[in-house]
């Protein structure tokens, strides 16, 4: 089937500006581009997309969600992110 490499991770967001900050300035993710409710963010391996839309459409409340980044430092990125 061919389906090995993720085009898009999808994350259910309320406030997409405050997202957007947090990806895009504390991150160091650039933003693609922004349309409505949505926000892409393209990474090296795929693009992230957030959207307020997805919550809204599904009935839901954005539900958690778990993004891994790899980093080379781990500790001391996690130090600097704090």
Same mark, same amino acid.
């Given at each position: 089937?061919?389906?090995?490499?993720? @085009?898009?991770? %999808?994350?259910? /967001?309320?406030?997409? !500006?405050?997202? /957007?900050?947090?990806?895009?300035?504390? =991150? @160091? %993710? +650039?933003?693609?581009?922004?349309? !409505? !409710?949505?926000?892409?963010?393209?990474?090296?391996?795929?693009?992230?997309?957030?959207?307020?839309?997805?919550?809204?459409?599904?009935?839901? &409340?954005?539900? +958690? /969600?778990? %993004? /891994?980044?790899?980093?080379?430092?781990?500790? &001391?990125?996690?130090?600097? =992110?704090?």
């Amino acid at each position: 089937m061919g389906l090995n490499k993720i @085009g898009f991770i %999808i994350v259910g /967001v309320t406030d997409l !500006g405050r997202s /957007v900050s947090f990806y895009r300035d504390k =991150l @160091g %993710i +650039p933003v693609a581009g922004q349309h !409505g !409710g949505l926000a892409f963010l393209q990474t090296e391996g795929a693009m992230l997309m957030l959207s307020t839309e997805l919550p809204k459409q599904l009935g839901v &409340q954005p539900g +958690p /969600v778990e %993004i /891994v980044f790899s980093a080379e430092h781990v500790r &001391q990125t996690y130090d600097d =992110l704090r």
